[in-house]
Each structure stands twice: as structure tokens, then as C-alpha cells.
């Protein structure tokens, strides 16, 4: 099997975390403007008959995926060691702390990437670290009956909002992370 030149890596981890959060956004963006209908009863998708709160898990779950793909590539890209298969998010936001300088935009991006890690969005307030990454990636894996009932437009457009600035603030960091590790090579 041929290497891959790191270049080509980089821009791999890149993309992959790019198109999650393009799915959540894409989400979003469909069921904002509906929820009126769904207020109503259920509304007929592609795929059948869904309501908001089962479309907000696995948008969620593409946003907190994306999240986890940058601080694996960015782990990576400073520490050089393998966080492939890390999926505990305190565990790459500390090794990332502990490569990188400490500045606004990393204290943003955490902050933002914080609440999802923790479950406090679209009107819960869970406060529970999800270690594996799994709360709206499974079935009854939310951690018992914290699920939200209910999901207002606001909480569509707060987690609309959230995926933009998190995409912001990580190519921010990014750059910052590519300039120092390119000054280190």
C-alpha cells in the first residue's frame, strides 16, 4: 500500500470533519423552517415520518463527530502521537491544552464544543459527559430518560449557530496548529 503524503492526510482529516458538520448543517437548515409543521403531528420526510427530536440526535451526533474528528487531526498534527482511536472528549481536549498555547479561539471552541460534550443543548440540560461519544449515536444511549421531549425553533437555530461558529473558530485553530507544527518540523 503506498504512503500518503502528510499533506494528503492533513487535508483528509480536513474534509472528513468539513462534511460531518455540512450534514448537521444541512439538517438544520431542513428542519428549521418546518417546525411549525411539525407542530402539528409529524412530518413526511424521504425516508418517512419523523419528529424534530429524532432528527436533532443525529444531527447532534454529525456535529459532535465533526468536533472529535478535528481534535483527533489536530492531537495528531501537534503531539504526533496516534488518537485514532480516542473518543473520549476529555481526553483529546487535554492533550490538545497541553500542545497547544492556550488563546481565545481554543477557550471559544471548547466552550462551544463543551456544551454538546455535556449534553446541555436544545432544551436539556444534562450536564453529563458522554466518554465514548455514543448519547445520540445509539438507541436508549442518552443516559436514561434526559432525552429532550421537546425542540423549539430557537434550539434549531442555537445549533445551527454553534456548527458556523465551531467551523469558524476550528479553522482558526487549525491555522494556528499548522503554523506550529510546521515551525517545529
Known sequence: MPKVAKEQHRYDWAVMGDAYFELALIGCQKICPQL???????????????????????????????????????????LGRKYREVHDYNCLKGALLTGIDDDQDIKGLLLVADKYALGNYASMSL???????????YPNDCFGDGWTTEVSQGDCQDIEKDIKKLQELLSKVGIQILRQSVKES
Open 127 to 137: 450536564g453529563l459527559l458522554d466518554p465514548h461519544n455514543t448519547r445520540e449515536r
Open 36 to 78: 411549525s409543521e411539525f407542530a402539528s403531528g409529524k412530518i413526511g420526510l424521504q425516508c418517512g415520518d419523523h419528529s424534530p427530536e429524532e432528527l436533532i440526535r443525529p444531527i447532534v451526533y454529525n456535529l459532535r463527530h465533526a468536533v472529535e474528528i478535528y481534535l483527533k487531526h489536530f492531537c495528531i498534527e501537534l
